[in-house]
Protein backbone atom coordinates (compact mmCIF):
# COMPACT_ATOMS: atom_id res chain seq x y z
CA UNK A 1 0.00 0.00 0.00
CA UNK A 2 1.04 3.82 -0.08
CA UNK A 3 0.95 5.28 3.21
CA UNK A 4 1.53 8.47 4.71
CA UNK A 5 3.39 9.39 7.91
CA UNK A 6 3.76 12.13 10.25
CA UNK A 7 6.82 14.66 10.27
CA UNK A 8 8.19 11.86 12.82
CA UNK A 9 8.19 9.28 10.22
CA UNK A 10 5.03 7.22 12.01
CA UNK A 11 2.28 5.62 10.05
CA UNK A 12 -0.38 7.75 9.73
CA UNK A 13 -2.95 6.33 7.47
CA UNK A 14 -2.76 4.05 4.19
CA UNK A 15 -4.30 6.22 0.70
CA UNK A 16 -4.36 3.54 -1.54
CA UNK A 17 -2.31 0.83 -3.80
CA UNK A 18 -0.33 -0.24 -6.38
CA UNK A 19 -2.07 -3.19 -8.18
CA UNK A 20 0.30 -5.75 -8.97
CA UNK A 21 1.13 -5.87 -12.75
CA UNK A 22 -0.96 -3.13 -14.21
CA UNK A 23 -0.27 -0.20 -12.21
CA UNK A 24 3.80 -0.51 -12.21
CA UNK A 25 6.57 -0.93 -14.18
CA UNK A 26 9.13 -2.49 -12.20
CA UNK A 27 9.87 -5.89 -11.17
CA UNK A 28 11.67 -7.17 -8.06
CA UNK A 29 15.01 -8.75 -9.69
CA UNK A 30 14.64 -7.56 -13.51
CA UNK A 31 13.75 -3.83 -13.34
CA UNK A 32 11.93 -1.46 -15.75
CA UNK A 33 9.17 -3.66 -17.44
CA UNK A 34 6.70 -2.64 -19.59
CA UNK A 35 2.79 -1.42 -18.78
CA UNK A 36 0.68 -3.82 -20.22
CA UNK A 37 -0.35 -3.27 -23.33
CA UNK A 38 2.50 -0.41 -24.26
CA UNK A 39 5.51 -0.36 -26.13
CA UNK A 40 7.55 2.13 -25.02
CA UNK A 41 9.83 1.66 -21.39
CA UNK A 42 9.09 4.66 -19.01
CA UNK A 43 11.93 4.17 -16.30
CA UNK A 44 10.88 3.13 -12.94
CA UNK A 45 7.13 4.60 -12.07
CA UNK A 46 3.68 3.17 -10.26
CA UNK A 47 0.56 4.40 -10.55
CA UNK A 48 -1.39 4.51 -7.07
CA UNK A 49 -5.33 3.31 -7.13
CA UNK A 50 -6.54 5.23 -3.91
CA UNK A 51 -8.64 3.58 -1.47
CA UNK A 52 -12.41 5.14 -1.22
CA UNK A 53 -13.09 8.19 0.68
CA UNK A 54 -9.37 9.49 0.60
CA UNK A 55 -8.23 11.81 -1.89
CA UNK A 56 -4.42 13.06 -3.09
CA UNK A 57 -2.95 16.68 -4.18
CA UNK A 58 -0.47 17.93 -6.20
CA UNK A 59 2.15 19.11 -3.09
CA UNK A 60 5.92 18.63 -3.13
CA UNK A 61 7.52 18.67 -0.12
CA UNK A 62 10.01 21.54 -0.66
CA UNK A 63 11.85 22.28 2.41
CA UNK A 64 14.55 20.55 4.84
CA UNK A 65 11.85 18.38 6.38
CA UNK A 66 7.59 17.36 6.30
CA UNK A 67 6.63 20.42 7.08
CA UNK A 68 7.18 22.73 4.50
CA UNK A 69 5.07 22.09 1.09
CA UNK A 70 4.83 23.79 -2.33
CA UNK A 71 2.16 23.32 -4.53
CA UNK A 72 2.79 22.00 -7.85
CA UNK A 73 1.18 24.33 -10.38
CA UNK A 74 2.50 22.61 -13.64
CA UNK A 75 3.97 19.60 -15.73
CA UNK A 76 7.57 20.03 -17.47
CA UNK A 77 6.66 20.12 -21.53
CA UNK A 78 9.68 19.08 -22.67
CA UNK A 79 11.80 15.74 -22.52
CA UNK A 80 15.19 16.30 -20.10
CA UNK A 81 18.18 17.87 -21.94
CA UNK A 82 21.96 17.94 -21.28
CA UNK A 83 22.52 20.76 -18.91
CA UNK A 84 18.91 21.11 -17.53
CA UNK A 85 18.63 21.89 -13.80
CA UNK A 86 16.31 20.41 -11.24
CA UNK A 87 15.49 19.42 -7.57
CA UNK A 88 14.50 16.10 -5.66
CA UNK A 89 12.56 15.66 -2.94
CA UNK A 90 12.66 12.21 -0.76
CA UNK A 91 11.28 10.76 2.39
CA UNK A 92 14.51 10.80 3.44
CA UNK A 93 16.68 13.95 2.71
CA UNK A 94 13.79 16.21 1.85
CA UNK A 95 14.14 18.46 -0.85
CA UNK A 96 17.92 19.07 -3.03
CA UNK A 97 18.65 21.08 -5.50
CA UNK A 98 21.58 21.69 -7.58
CA UNK A 99 21.43 18.84 -9.88
CA UNK A 100 22.53 18.66 -13.64
CA UNK A 101 21.31 16.52 -16.37
CA UNK A 102 24.09 14.92 -17.44
CA UNK A 103 22.36 11.76 -20.05
CA UNK A 104 19.17 11.11 -21.16
CA UNK A 105 17.41 7.75 -22.54
CA UNK A 106 19.93 5.91 -20.55
CA UNK A 107 19.96 2.57 -19.43
CA UNK A 108 21.55 1.47 -16.51
CA UNK A 109 22.35 -1.59 -14.68
CA UNK A 110 22.17 -1.42 -10.63
CA UNK A 111 23.86 -3.33 -8.44
CA UNK A 112 21.56 -5.36 -7.66
CA UNK A 113 21.49 -7.18 -11.22
CA UNK A 114 18.39 -4.84 -11.76
CA UNK A 115 17.90 -2.14 -14.49
CA UNK A 116 16.42 1.13 -15.06
CA UNK A 117 15.41 1.34 -18.96
CA UNK A 118 15.01 4.97 -20.77
CA UNK A 119 16.06 6.90 -17.49
CA UNK A 120 18.06 10.71 -17.02
CA UNK A 121 21.25 10.77 -15.72
CA UNK A 122 21.79 13.73 -13.07
CA UNK A 123 24.51 14.69 -11.07
CA UNK A 124 25.63 17.44 -8.72
CA UNK A 125 29.27 18.96 -7.94
CA UNK A 126 28.98 19.68 -4.46
CA UNK A 127 26.96 18.73 -0.98
CA UNK A 128 24.44 16.09 -0.17
CA UNK A 129 22.96 13.65 -2.56
CA UNK A 130 19.62 11.75 -2.44
CA UNK A 131 19.79 8.75 0.55
CA UNK A 132 17.91 5.29 0.40
CA UNK A 133 14.11 5.41 0.81
CA UNK A 134 13.70 8.37 -1.68
CA UNK A 135 13.24 6.41 -4.91
CA UNK A 136 9.85 7.24 -5.98
CA UNK A 137 9.77 10.80 -4.87
CA UNK A 138 9.29 13.84 -6.96
CA UNK A 139 11.75 15.31 -9.82
CA UNK A 140 11.03 18.95 -10.37
CA UNK A 141 11.78 22.28 -11.33
CA UNK A 142 11.61 25.82 -9.64
CA UNK A 143 11.78 29.34 -11.49
CA UNK A 144 12.11 32.33 -9.88
CA UNK A 145 9.31 33.35 -8.37
CA UNK A 146 9.00 29.86 -6.52
CA UNK A 147 6.55 28.04 -8.72
CA UNK A 148 7.29 24.29 -8.87
CA UNK A 149 7.09 22.49 -12.15
CA UNK A 150 6.67 18.55 -11.65
CA UNK A 151 9.79 16.87 -14.10
CA UNK A 152 9.82 13.04 -13.25
CA UNK A 153 10.67 10.36 -10.28
CA UNK A 154 13.73 9.63 -8.82
CA UNK A 155 14.92 6.30 -9.10
CA UNK A 156 17.98 5.67 -7.66
CA UNK A 157 21.34 6.22 -7.27
CA UNK A 158 24.90 4.73 -7.22
CA UNK A 159 26.50 5.61 -3.84
CA UNK A 160 24.07 7.30 -1.42
CA UNK A 161 24.43 11.00 0.44
CA UNK A 162 27.98 12.00 -1.00
CA UNK A 163 28.55 14.84 -3.92
CA UNK A 164 29.42 13.67 -7.41
CA UNK A 165 27.62 10.81 -7.59
CA UNK A 166 25.02 10.06 -10.25
CA UNK A 167 21.34 9.84 -9.63
CA UNK A 168 18.74 8.50 -12.19
CA UNK A 169 15.15 9.75 -12.54
CA UNK A 170 12.40 9.12 -14.99
Not at 119 to 143: C, E, R
Request: with cysteine.
Amino acid sequence: GVNTTDAGGNFVDSMGTIASGSRENWTDGTGTVLFTNDSTYRGDVALVQMFSGKSGGAYIYSGANTTTSTAVHSMWTTVPSYGDQYCTSGSNTYAICGWTVSNVRINWQYSTGEWVLNATKGTKSSGTSTNGGDSGGPVYTVDGSGTIAAKGIHSGGKHWNSQNDPEWQT
